[in-house]
């Protein structure tokens, strides 16, 4: 039916409503006069720059002439192009020829931007020209790395190909920005899954091949974390996401007990009988500090095949023997140090720290002291992040860390029933725009829900068919991942992959961006403490849920809600919407979408109170969830971070720290840079040497170091006002 802005007019034609409109991409879809209403509108405006009520008049005229004419003609389905052919000569019959021109301008451009997507040629010479949107996907590869390069060149022709591969609809609406087909330069071209716990200690325990090379179970603490980094190396090149480490201090701990062992019977050679212990106690300290350092190094050292290094975490914290609080405090002080004779912040791995009632939460807890040398940490490196351990098992159903930055498992026992965590993946994401959702709305909330609808079947197929394509995988395309432990059980070259898929093992996701917008287009933009917005938001929230539930018991797989990590799609999404809707306030004028369930950080709202306007949402979010907090410098007031560790505790599961930590070598300064159009300025004494400064921000979950990295210069502005949004 047509509409005006103010408002809608009931469609005279009302057998028009068995039409059926037959889409480029094969979907069948009920006919829509409004979609011809506003294209003609769009057209008005980029000719004469408004919208007037006589020129309203005129288009309502036109569009009920195009509906008469499909009356007459058609009885069932219509092609698309051939709706697009009526417009176009009733507006030529009318005698309204720039409108017509605009009108066929706008369809053509639609079209020629559908061909340039999956052109290779054109795509590759936007990397040649170095096109921002090609080159700054990602803020922590550097784009005038050899390597890198050859990667964005292979992602290029994967993702024309990939996009060809998709389901026609599934294509179109990534095309359109209603959904966003997550990592296209990887899969659906080829089966990768994308992020993973890696079951180290299997590996560890029973041996490994990489490469040519049999590896033995490890002797020492040392040869551990080095044989750990090549494992990280190798996944981290099969797959596409981020691989973490869970509970790595108990992991290790059992190898430090080697070198402990090791040295009392030095001791014994060299030693008085009672001075033994002390000395293997003193030897192996040494040895764990220069063990996680090395793996530190390691790490910021390695690139994996795309030319990146890993995107690794470590989870830690909930050790109690001397030698898992051992490897607990050298990781913690080894990052406080810093890298190299600069001692500059280690991007790399996130590091996310467990606290627990009883253990490390309280004075008088018998970790306490390595909570105090954790919050030195956060206010010094900003990492690590927290977990609540008690919050973590109640929505998740079991403790683990995040998969990369925030993507959880949910608690699963294996056919004898045990807990299994380690050795466990995700296949992949696929994002929903859900301003857009809104937007196409107008205000109307019973179409808000019924476009929702639309776009889960939407979602759905997509993720089925992300589900079908890692199916197809070999053993052999990844031996590390399935055939030498790193996804725990072990396949011989010809099994069947899906063995470690199906009954809910994997993970698949439906990603979400935007619900502060959403509610903003239907409350306005203070509507955080009015609870009928509040519970809009919910209900949106329950409805994603209720979805994924349904699909998870259809399917067999585990259809998660996700957060989504979002450093270039909430650029992405946001300026599609522009291009469609114009700039609307609060809303697409910010140039950014508001990620998942997050606060407007805008108003600037204090830690607790950003807490408890969050903390209801993951429950529903339970596949991929995290906070953040903003802060100003903390370094000389780590008990106020304290405070906000010890509110969040029974409240959420998984927090950030936001806080200034960069450097100034000239100077000294340590805080926050000014960015500027070139790159960013110590406020202090002026330096814009990225080679005598350090400037490190977050970019969604992990930390990036955008003043070292050529892509993203130019890019700073942005980047500071986005970044917190994520």
């Known amino acids: ?82 709706i697009q052919n009526i417009v176009e000569h009733i507006l030529l019959e009318n005698n309204l020829y720039d409108l017509a021109e605009s009108y066929i301008s706008y369809r053509t451009r639609r079209d020629f931007e559908r061909s340039k997507a999956t052109d290779i040629n054109f795509t590759i010479g936007k990397l040649i020209n170095k096109d921002a949107a090609v080159v700054n996907e990602n803020a922590n590869k550097d784009s005038e790395v050899f390597n890198t390069k050859r990667d964005l060149t292979a992602g290029i022709v994967g993702k024309s190909i990939g996009l060809k591969m998709l389901p026609a609809h599934v294509a179109n609406a990534h095309q359109k920005g209603e959904i966003h087909y997550h990592d296209l330069d990887y899969h659906p071209y080829t089966p990768m899954t994308n992020c993973c716990l890696i079951d180290f200690k299997s590996m560890l325990e029973n041996g490994f091949k990489i490469g040519n090379a049999e590896v033995v179970s490890p002797k020492s603490i040392q040869t551990a974390t080095a044989q750990m980094s090549q494992i990280i190396a190798s996944v981290a090149s099969s797959q596409y996401g981020g691989c973490s480490a869970d509970r790595v201090d108990e992991l290790l701990a059992p190898y430090a007990k080697l070198n402990y062992n090791k040295h009392i019977e030095d001791a014994k050679q060299w030693v008085d009988e009672e001075k033994w212990e002390e000395y293997a106690k003193v030897k192996t300290q040494k040895d764990v500090y220069d063990a996680m350092q090395s793996l530190e190094y390691e790490i910021n050292t390695l690139f994996t095949s795309n030319g990146q290094t890993p995107f690794t975490s470590l989870g830690f914290g909930l050790g109690a023997n001397w030698f898992e609080r051992e490897i607990q405090q050298a990781i913690l002080r080894i990052r406080i140090t810093g890298l190299g004779s600069e001692k500059r912040t280690a991007i790399f791995p996130k590091l996310i720290f467990t606290l627990k ?50 993507s959880f498992l949910q608690g699963w026992k294996d056919e004898n029933g045990a807990k299994v965590n380690a050795g466990r993946m995700n296949l992949g994401v696929v994002t929903l725009n859900l301003p857009r959702i809104a937007l196409e709305a107008q205000g109307n909330k019973d179409q808000f829900w019924i476009i929702l609808a639309e776009r889960l079947d939407l979602i759905k197929d997509a993720l089925v068919f992300r589900i079908h394509r890692c199916k197809e995988a070999t053993p052999s395309n990844a031996p590390i991942l399935y055939q030498n432990g790193a996804f725990g059980k072990r396949l011989d070259r010809k099994g069947n992959v899906d063995e470690l898929f199906h009954h809910k093992r994997a993970t698949v996701s439906i990603g979400y961006i935007g619900l502060y917008e959403v509610a903003t287009s239907f409350y306005g933009a203070d509507w955080e403490n009015n609870p009928k917005a509040k519970e809009f938001t919910f209900e949106i929230m329950k409805t994603l849920k209720a979805h994924a539930d349904l699909w998870s018991e259809e399917y067999g797989y585990h259809f998660s809600i996700y957060g989504t990590p979002s450093e270039s799609l909430t650029d992405r999404f946001c300026r599609l919407d522009v291009q469609k809707f114009g700039r609307m306030a ?30 209801d949402y993951p429950k529903y979010s339970s596949g991929g969830f995290i906070h953040y907090c903003e802060y100003p410098v903390l370094q000389q007031n780590p008990k106020a971070l304290e405070a906000v560790w010890d509110y969040a505790y029974d409240r959420v599961g998984y927090l950030g720290t936001n806080t200034p930590i960069d450097h100034c070598y000239e100077c000294d300064f340590d805080g926050d840079f000014n960015p500027t159009d070139h790159g960013f300025e110590c406020p202090n004494c002026g330096n814009t040497n990225p080679a005598t400064s350090d400037v490190v921000k977050r970019t969604c979950g992990y930390l990036g170091n955008p003043q070292a990295r050529p892509m993203v210069r130019g890019r700073h502005k942005e980047i500071s006002s986005r970044v917190k949004h994520m």
Not at 592 to 597: E, G, I, L, V
């Open 1 to 82: 039916m047509i509409a005006t802005s103010q408002t809608k007019t009931k469609n005279l034609w009302t057998n028009l409503t068995t039409i059926k409109v037959l889409k480029r991409d094969g979907r069948l879809v009920d006919f829509n006069d409004q979609k011809i209403y506003d294209a003609l509108v769009k057209a008005e405006i980029q000719v004469n720059s408004k919208l007037t009520p006589l020129s309203a008049a005129c288009i309502q005229s036109i569009v009920e002439q195009v509906d008469a004419e499909i009356m007459e003609r058609f009885q069932e389905n219509i092609k698309i192009y051939e």
């Open 586 to 615: 609060d809303i697409t004028d910010k140039e950014y979408y508001t990620n998942s369930f997050h606060y407007d950080v805008r108003k600037k709202p204090t830690p607790f109170e950003k807490l408890d306007f969050e903390k």
């Open 357 to 406: 009632k009883g253990l490390n939460l309280n004075e008088g807890d018998p970790n306490y002291d390595i909570k105090q040398l954790a919050l030195e940490c956060a206010t010094k490196r900003m990492y690590p992040d927290i977990l609540s351990y008690d919050k973590i098992v109640e929505l998740t159903g079991s403790f683990k860390v995040p998969m990369g930055c925030r």
